[in-house]
T-cell receptor, first 114, second 116 residues
Framework: GENVEQHPSTLSVQEGDSAVIKCTYS??????FPWYKQELGKRPQLIID?????GEKKDQRIAVTLNKTAKHFSLHITETQPEDSAVYFC?????????????FGTGTRLTIIP | DTGVSQNPRHKITKRGQNVTFRCDPI?????LYWYRQTLGQGPEFLTY????????KSRLLSDRFSAERPKGSFSTLEIQRTEQGDSAMYLC??????????????FGQGTRLTVV
């Protein structure tokens, strides 16, 4: 089955600086890569996702890049703000009936230092 | 709240007891997923349903675990003879189709189980 690795496990950045979180996946059949943000005591919420036929996607201060050849994808947050502090999870999904589940990375705790 | 709803939010039980959790997905979502999340880890897939059919079960789902979705709406997850290692957050998610490029999975707030 799919295996997703995520680094770093913790990340602290100064407010206003950029943060980058990286993930690798094992199954080349994966075609969907969402990123979830989970604040303390709250549910995971989708913040951005990317399909395997797209190399980069941007939404305001967040962007995701995908390298299918290397089987890795990254989350980029620019101009970080205190409300960006949370745990971020990457995930991958393999298409096809019976495979329709997300395999998550282990998470990155991002702390924005004011 | 029209999102995914889970009950109870917290459950403390003694080792060896049985517990049951409930998940109400977003209305008309035919896919329903159960995940388990332990401290410092990402959600781990347990099982999922398309309507009332259980399509996949993880090897994490031992014989003590059973999930049902009898009418294709809400789902229950039962753990029999609980063990301390079962302590975790149990998350439910739903989607209108299989999770993928055009279909987002929406999560509930989870049920935190503590086995003492």
């Amino acid at each position: 089955g799919e295996n997703v690795e995520q680094h770093p496990s913790t990340l602290s950045v100064q407010e206003g600086d950029s943060a980058v979180i990286k993930c690798t996946y094992s199954d080349s059949a994966s075609n969907y890569f969402p990123w979830y943000k989970q604040e303390l005591g709250k549910r995971p919420q989708l913040i951005i996702d990317i399909r395997s036929n797209v190399g980069e996607k941007k939404d305001q201060r967040i962007a995701v890049t995908l390298n299918k050849t290397a089987k890795h994808f990254s989350l980029h947050i620019t101009e970080t703000q205190p409300e960006d502090s949370a745990v971020y999870f990457c995930a991958a999904s393999i298409p096809g009936f019976g495979n329709e589940k997300l395999t998550f990375g282990t998470g990155t705790r991002l702390t924005i230092i004011p | 709240d029209t999102g995914v709803s889970q009950n109870p939010r917290h459950k403390i039980t003694k080792r060896g007891q049985n517990v049951t959790f409930r998940c109400d997905p977003i209305s008309e979502h035919n896919r329903l997923y159960w995940y388990r999340q332990t401290l410092g880890q990402g959600p781990e897939f347990l099982t999922y349903f398309q309507n009332e059919a259980q399509l996949e079960k993880s090897r994490l789902l031992s014989d003590r675990f059973s999930a049902e979705r009898p009418k294709g709406s809400f789902s229950t997850l039962e753990i029999q003879r609980t063990e301390q290692g079962d302590s975790a957050m149990y998350l439910c998610a739903s989607s209108s189709q299989g999770v993928g490029p055009n279909t987002e999975a929406f999560f509930g707030q989870g049920t935190r189980l503590t086995v003492v």
